[in-house]
């Protein structure tokens, strides 16, 4: 039997492996906040969208290359990209989906936006979605972004697993996905039903707990944020005891 107890000074996170199946005492997810919290990385500020972030949006949702494995119809006047934005804000008021914008430090435009969606409370497992700006791919801004949005996610709102949900052609954001350690779980055929076509999709996830994850979990609490550090999430320490 294995344990792994992580402690908090406002969580206990027990893991007990029995056999093949482990079994988890903690809190579930929490969603309690009532302004989206911004999320500072090294280059990047992730954000609420608002009304004033149109032209971005449009920008992006209009893009058909950017939106070729987007399941989402294409942008064609500035009124659909403000739906998206009303579609963003009802999300996170309900709590349904929760989005951020990505904006590089020093530039409020929006280049891109990140988030969850398909949040199931009881399995406390939610989807992980990105879209990037064209004109910004391949700098890192993704997997930056990624990379605080999962730890926000396993840590604040206490998910247990992240799933990402891939069109097999989408080689960029199935690389991007390997490239963060997601595993490659399932392969569905006709999964995803858009424009009028259905098409597979990879499921790839990441676990919180799982072992793999243990040194990741630890090292999120290196890199908290200002606000979240005020709350009393002020250190960590992992047990680890075979009995
Ligand atoms: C997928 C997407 C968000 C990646 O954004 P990005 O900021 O360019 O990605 P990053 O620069 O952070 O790249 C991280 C890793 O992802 C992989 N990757 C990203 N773009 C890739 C591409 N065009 N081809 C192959 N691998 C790619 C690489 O492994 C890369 O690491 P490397 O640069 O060290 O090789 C971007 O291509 C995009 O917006 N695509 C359209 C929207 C979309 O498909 N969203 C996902 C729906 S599931």
Known sequence: MELFIILELELVLVQIKCGNFFFYFYKMINLNFDALPIIETDRLILRAVTENDVEDVFEIRSNPITMLFIPRPIAKTKNDALDVINLIKN??????????????????????????????????????????NENYHRKGITIEALQA????????????????VINPENLASCNLALKYDFTKD???????????????????????????????????????EKWYITKFYVFTLILTAKV
């Open 91 to 132: 999300g996170i008021e309900t709590k349904s989906k929760i989005n951020w914008a990505i904006t590089q430090k020093g530039n409020n435009k929006l280049i891109g936006i990140i988030g969850y969606v398909n949040i199931h409370e009881h399995n406390s497992r939610a989807e992980v979605g990105y879209v990037l």
């Open 149 to 164: 949005v999962i730890q926000f996610g396993f840590n604040q709102f206490n998910f247990h697993s992240i799933e990402a």
């Open 186 to 224: 399932a392969y569905f055929k006709d999964y995803t039903f858009s424009n009028n076509v259905y098409t597979d999709a990879y499921v790839f996830s990441l676990l919180k707990l799982c072992k793999n994850n243990l040194s990741r979990v630890t090292s999120i609490h290196c890199k908290l």
